[in-house]
């Protein structure tokens, strides 16, 4: 074992890299070096200090929301609709962001969203879903509902923070004033400390 | 400005092999260093084989 091994001193110019087997052709940090793949994320512990590489798993889930109303219609009142966690019965509109909104135990990634309303918008009227976040909507995971479109997802990445307040928001637009909507899903993927 | 090290010209014993802790007493590459819990369940790959190599952690 050499003086460089047991640690006991960095030779000038050379620089604390990594190569993955013998065969590597570029020494690299090790950040650079480690891939996340399938269900694994990584993060920087103490950035530019001691620093530390954190290897986290990604657990993978789904929420489900279905409209419970006998006639499966939602009237609106005002421009805004918050969906409720535990959905709503009667009346309109489907609850006020107050009552909406989950405090979230954790950070998550939310990945998808699916939307199904069987009144689709007529000419001019559009139909949003989106993440609401402490109190404001989002854009980057949204869906939008045109002209004859009844069903309709995107996908993306939307982090939302441990104690953020979190809740689904529907806007009309365009002089839409009522929406059948059937049900909404969101995936959703959390890293969970390894 | 990379040195000649960098360049991969000669690699002095020790450099660029990892060690665990302190009181590890073998220095080798990331591959050999970072391992998978046995299973099917957290598994390494080395990617771009022979160029420029990066470990793959997955998660099943």
Redesign the interface.
């Known amino acids: 074992?050499?003086a460089?091994?047991k640690?006991l001193f960095t030779?000038v110019?050379?620089?604390p890299?990594?190569?993955?087997?013998?065969?590597?052709?570029?020494?690299?940090y090790?950040n650079?070096?480690?891939?996340?793949?399938?269900?694994?994320g990584k993060n920087i512990l103490n950035a530019s200090v001691n620093e530390q590489l954190q290897?986290v798993?990604?657990e993978v889930g789904g929420v489900w929301v279905s409209c419970n109303r006998a006639d499966g219609n939602i009237s609106v009142l005002s421009p805004n609709l918050y969906l409720s966690p535990t959905g709503h019965s009667t009346g309109a509109p489907m609850a006020n962001i107050g009552e909406a909104q989950l405090l979230l135990p954790r950070d998550i990634t939310l990945t998808s969203m699916y939307v199904y309303s069987a009144t689709a918008p007529t000419a001019g009227q559009t139909l949003t879903c989106q993440f609401n976040i402490d109190g404001t909507p989002t854009t980057s995971l949204q869906v939008v509902l045109t002209t004859g479109v009844t069903l309709l997802g995107a996908t993306g990445e939307l982090s939302v923070l441990q104690d953020q307040l979190l809740c689904l928001q529907f806007t009309f637009g365009g002089g839409m004033t009522s929406a059948n909507i059937k049900f909404v899903s969101t995936a959703y993927r959390v890293m969970i400390e390894s | 400005m990379a040195?000649?090290?960098?360049k991969?010209i000669f690699h002095?014993?020790?450099?660029?092999?990892?060690?665990i802790t302190?009181t590890d007493?073998l220095?080798d590459?990331?591959?050999?260093k970072?391992v998978g819990d046995g299973g099917a369940t957290?598994?390494t790959?080395?990617?771009n084989?022979?160029?420029?190599?990066?470990?793959?952690?997955?998660?099943?």
Do not use: H
């Not at chain 1, 890299?17 to 690299?28: F, G, I």
């Open positions: 074992m050499t460089i091994d640690g030779p110019g050379i620089i890299k990594v190569r993955v087997t013998s065969n590597d052709t570029t020494a690299d090790l650079n070096k480690v891939v996340e793949g399938s269900r694994i290897i798993i990604a | 040195t000649i090290i960098d991969g002095p014993v020790g450099a660029e092999r990892v060690r302190y007493t220095s590459f990331l591959y050999e970072l957290i598994t790959s080395v990617l084989p022979g160029g420029n190599e990066q470990l793959e952690i997955s998660a099943t």
